[in-house]
């Protein structure tokens, strides 16, 4: 069955930091990867998506590579600022289906 | 502007009692989900609807009952059955997930006491 397994955290950085967060996933066919976010008390933001392998998406300084040959989507983002703290969620969404697979979430806090 | 509203954003309930969240969505979008999300953990699907008139059981309904009469409007209404229903409560919506993934509301925080 489908599958999505994300790093543990937290993981705690420094302003301006470089940060990469894992994701691997496991699938029939070919499925749509994306990235989320959530803040405190708040609900999920997407934050970039990838629908087809070797897709890059990019959002706000945020980057993800769907790699089908290392079945990877891993969030990077060059410099990270305090405002970024939050959860980060990988999901996958296959087509033909209406339901999604969540990563536990990855809680990411950057200090100033 | 369009979005997806969840209300009320926080509520509380005595053991023993059925309470309603409410979604609601003008995004025309024809998907809807509930997801329970507990601390620290991920999100955990308790039901969805691909159209109106029609729902299915997500991984976690046992407790939980659903409507969808219209497009707009998702209700879920936790029952007395489940057992642990203290938890941060998540709606959302979607037109084509595959494609352009989910629009998710701004969650019901709900606790027994």
């Known amino acids: 069955g489908n599958s999505v397994t994300q790093m543990e955290g937290p993981v705690t950085l420094s302003e301006e930091a470089f940060l990469t967060i894992n994701c691997t996933y496991t699938a029939t066919g070919y499925p749509s990867l994306f990235w989320y976010v959530q803040y405190p008390g708040e609900g999920l933001q997407l934050l970039l998506k990838?629908?087809?392998?070797?897709d890059k998406g990019s959002n706000k300084g945020f980057e993800a590579t769907y790699r089908k040959e290392t079945t990877s989507f891993h969030l990077e983002k060059g410099s990270v600022q305090v405002s970024d703290s939050a959860v980060y969620f990988c999901a996958l969404g296959n087509s033909g289906t209406y339901k999604y697979i969540f990563g536990t979430g990855t809680r990411l806090k950057v200090l100033a | 502007d369009g979005g997806i509203t969840q209300s009320p954003k926080y509520l509380f309930r005595k053991e023993g009692q059925n309470v309603t969240l409410s979604c609601e969505q003008n995004?025309?979008?024809?998907?809807m989900y509930w997801y329970r999300q507990d601390p620290g953990q991920g999100l955990r699907l308790i039901y969805y609807?691909?159209?109106?008139?029609?729902?299915q059981k997500g991984d976690i309904a046992e407790g939980y009952s659903v409507s969808r009469e219209k497009k707009e409007s998702f209700p879920l209404t936790v029952t007395s059955a489940q057992k642990n229903p203290t938890a941060f409560y998540l709606c959302a919506s979607s037109i084509d997930p595959t494609n352009y993934g989910y629009t998710f509301g701004s969650g019901t925080r709900l606790t027994v006491v």
């Open positions: 609807s691909q159209i109106v008139n029609d729902f």
């Open positions: 995004l025309n979008h024809d998907a």
């Open positions: 990838a629908t087809k392998a070797d």
